[in-house]
Nanobody
Framework: QVQLVESGGGSVQAGGFLRLSCAVSGVHRTNSVGWFRQAPGKEREGVAA????????YYADSVKGRFTISQDNAKNTLYLQMNSLKPEDTGTYFC???????????????????WGQGTQVTVSS
């Protein structure tokens, strides 16, 4: 049974930073992993994602240069380092994994089958 558990959310002021973690269990190998977020009244959007084998990462334009996705294979943990946070970064952040390649883009939520429960990030101005 594949499980993903996020942690590290919280409330910060604009310009601050947070690091999210996602513990992945129940799977030996993933094709790709990613972070997504959803603000109230908005659709879930891809923030950052990477291929598990080669570590090639993709970012939403809104977070490029501020967020960094990484993984520690020894710990089966995915991270999202978020710097220079802005109020528009507020939302529930989810980690997700897909075990096989599919035709959805890496930042498309539709391509991911396994999801964590989400962690709240609130950035105040």
């Amino acid at each position: 049974q594949v499980q993903l558990v996020e942690s590290g959310g919280g409330s910060v002021q604009a310009g601050g930073f947070l690091r999210l973690s996602c513990a992945v269990s129940g799977v030996h190998r993933t094709n790709s992993v990613g972070w997504f977020r959803q603000a109230p009244g908005k659709e879930r959007e891809g923030v950052a994602a990477m291929y598990s084998d080669d570590g090639i990462a993709y970012y939403a334009d809104s977070v490029k240069g501020r967020f960094t996705i990484s993984q520690d294979n020894a710990k089966n943990t995915l991270y999202l380092q978020m710097n220079s946070l802005k109020p528009e970064d507020t939302g529930t952040y989810f980690c997700a994994a897909r075990l096989r390649y599919n035709y959805y883009g890496l930042l498309s939520p539709s391509g991911y089958r396994y999801w964590g429960q989400g962690t709240q990030v609130t950035v105040s101005s």
